[in-house]
């Protein structure tokens, strides 16, 4: 029997600048059972993937880091390697191994169901893929993505991301008081592709990053989905757990304290949700650095925010101020 396992993560909640992105992956896992927990798929793809950048110091066999993208994205002041690197050789190589294979930004956004929100300042080019590796240690990664994969009995089904821009962002801020309901928003829309995605057989687990301390989710899964009951399995301190009838399969959620370390699905999320926003806080800052050249760019969190908000403000009329910064 195969358990699909998804996870979910975001990137890009805390920032004033640029959009909040939430990954989502879905691994098709052979040989699992009923009643077991989820396979460590750490163990499962050791061949083709490690934990940390302290395990790539070492390797030799071209494997990818799958991690916290925290833990991934290198410091933008880092000369000798691109701050992108690891984000993105994973990405390419998760999608590679599912046969997509992204040849600039604009295809890497359409593989992943991103859609950058109408403003000029995601405009413009597309941007050739790799940035930060040549195509050809790309496709040795890919490879060895895949033979792990295919050893591993691991299928990857789904790496999407959606994403909620400045002024949608605002909008949910504004009528609900709360940040979280712009995440919410696009939990909803993976869990609704998951269940559109999935073929109503295999047993299905799906766990999420907590939001914040919040523990009560079932109202949430409810109003995403609903023809489903949300039962409650548990709700502590670490985890909330549901079941979720009605579905059609045997299916759970759980939103769980720091998942991204404990389950690789969740981990890849966050990746690709980090990459995504990397990407289009990219053309953000070719957009007004074409019309500034000499503004420094910015990756749009607070302190950071407020100097490039000082620095750009030659170019920024009023009305393009009130849509470009997040609120709340």
């Given at each position: 029997?195969?358990l699909i396992?998804?996870?979910?993560?975001?990137?890009?909640?805390?920032p004033?600048l640029?959009?909040?992105?939430?990954?989502?992956?879905?691994?098709?896992?052979?040989?699992?059972?009923?009643?077991?927990?989820?396979?460590?798929?750490?163990?499962r793809?050791?061949?083709?993937?490690?934990?940390?950048?302290?395990?790539?110091?070492?390797?030799?066999?071209?494997?990818?880091a799958?991690?916290?993208?925290?833990?991934?994205?290198?410091?933008?002041?880092?000369?000798?390697?691109?701050p992108?690197?690891?984000?993105e050789?994973a990405v390419l190589?998760?999608?590679?191994?599912?046969?997509?294979?992204?040849?600039?930004?604009g295809?890497?956004?359409?593989?992943?169901?991103v859609?950058?929100?109408?403003?000029?300042?995601?405009?413009?080019?597309a941007?050739a893929?790799?940035?930060?590796?040549?195509?050809?240690?790309?496709?040795?990664?890919?490879?060895v993505?895949?033979s792990?994969?295919?050893?591993?009995?691991?299928e990857?089904?789904?790496?999407?991301c959606g994403?909620?821009?400045?002024?949608r962002?605002?909008?949910?801020?504004?009528?609900?008081?709360?940040?979280?309901e712009?995440?919410?928003?696009v939990?909803g829309?993976?869990?609704?592709?998951?269940?559109?995605?999935c073929?109503?057989?295999?047993?299905?687990?799906?766990v999420?990053?907590?939001?914040g301390?919040?523990?009560?989710?079932?109202?949430?899964?409810?109003?995403?989905l609903p023809?489903?009951?949300?039962?409650?399995?548990?709700e502590?301190?670490?985890?909330?757990v549901?079941?979720l009838?009605?579905?059609g399969?045997?299916?759970?959620?759980?939103?769980?304290?720091?998942?991204?370390?404990?389950?690789?699905p969740?981990?890849a999320?966050?990746i690709?949700?980090?990459?995504t926003?990397?990407?289009?806080?990219?053309?953000f800052?070719?957009?007004?650095?074409?019309?500034?050249?000499?503004?420094k760019?910015?990756?749009?969190y607070?302190?950071?925010?407020?100097?490039?908000?000082?620095d750009?403000?030659?170019?920024?009329?009023?009305?393009?101020?009130?849509?470009?910064i997040?609120?709340?």
């Open positions: 029997m195969a396992y998804c996870g979910i993560d975001e990137a890009g909640y805390g004033m640029g959009p909040l992105c939430v990954g989502l992956t879905c691994f098709a896992v052979d040989g699992w059972e009923p009643g077991e927990p989820a396979p460590d798929l750490w163990d793809l050791r061949s083709g993937v490690c934990r940390s950048l302290k395990e790539l110091r070492t390797d030799r066999r071209s494997r990818i799958i991690a916290d993208s925290k833990k991934l994205k290198l410091s933008n002041q880092l000369k000798t390697r691109h992108l690197v690891h984000l050789r190589a998760l999608l590679g191994s599912a046969g997509v294979e992204p040849v600039d930004d295809h890497l956004f359409a593989a992943l169901g859609e950058l929100p109408d403003e000029p300042w995601y405009g413009g080019r941007r893929l790799p940035v930060g590796s040549l195509p050809s240690e790309i496709s040795v990664a890919r490879n993505v895949g792990a994969m295919r050893s591993g009995g691991v990857p089904i789904e790496l999407a994403v909620v821009g400045e002024q962002f605002n909008e949910i801020v504004r009528t609900t008081g709360t940040k979280s712009a995440t919410f928003e939990i829309r993976h869990l609704r592709l998951i269940r559109q995605r073929d109503g057989e295999n047993p299905i687990r799906i999420c990053d907590r939001l301390s919040r523990r009560c989710y079932a109202g949430l899964i409810e109003r995403a023809d489903v009951r949300a039962a409650v399995v548990d502590s301190h670490e985890r909330s549901y079941r009838d009605g579905w399969c045997d299916t759970r959620i759980v939103f769980e304290v720091e998942a991204e370390d404990g389950h690789l969740v981990a999320a966050s690709v949700a980090k990459l926003r990397e990407l289009a806080m990219a053309r800052n070719r957009y007004f650095s074409g019309q500034l050249p000499e503004l760019p910015t990756a749009g607070y302190a950071d925010a407020r100097r490039w908000l000082a750009a403000e030659p170019v920024l009329s009023p009305a393009v101020r009130t849509r470009l997040r609120r709340g």
